[in-house]
Nanobody
């Protein structure tokens, strides 16, 4: 099984940028579809982006498309999320997630992922 640890969160002003990282250990990253989710106070956890295992194809939530970029480095066992033009609505705890067996139709669902990191806080001030 894979162990995930996020880093890179922090406080940034509106319009600023942050890059989140997720370090994976315990297994080969290329076997996993890797995703980023976020949860704002009082709201449910929501899909942000994912990168499909083997092909690396990426998928994004409409709310972040064009501003966020997900990438993976299988050799370094690292998943990243480059976030540009941040908005106060992006404030949340961001978590990375992994699945070996997820099907394409389920990639936006929390229930599709069996492994989660502890999360990192991103706060965007207005």
């Amino acid at each position: 099984q894979v162990h995930l640890v996020e880093s890179g969160g922090g406080l940034v002003q509106t319009g600023g940028s942050l890059t989140l990282s997720c370090a994976a250990s315990g297994d080969t990253l290329s076997r996993y579809t890797m995703g980023w989710f976020r949860q704002a106070p009082g709201k449910e956890r929501e899909f942000v982006a994912t990168t499909w295992r083997n092909t690396g194809r990426t998928y994004y939530a409409d709310s972040v498309k064009g501003r966020f970029t997900i990438s993976r480095d299988n050799a370094k066992s690292t998943l990243s999320l480059q976030m540009n033009n941040l908005e106060p609505e992006d404030t949340a705890v961001y978590s990375c997630a992994a699945s070996q067996s997820i099907i394409l139709s389920n990639i936006r669902s929390v229930n599709g992922y069996g492994y989660w990191g502890q999360g990192t806080q991103v706060t965007v001030s207005s």
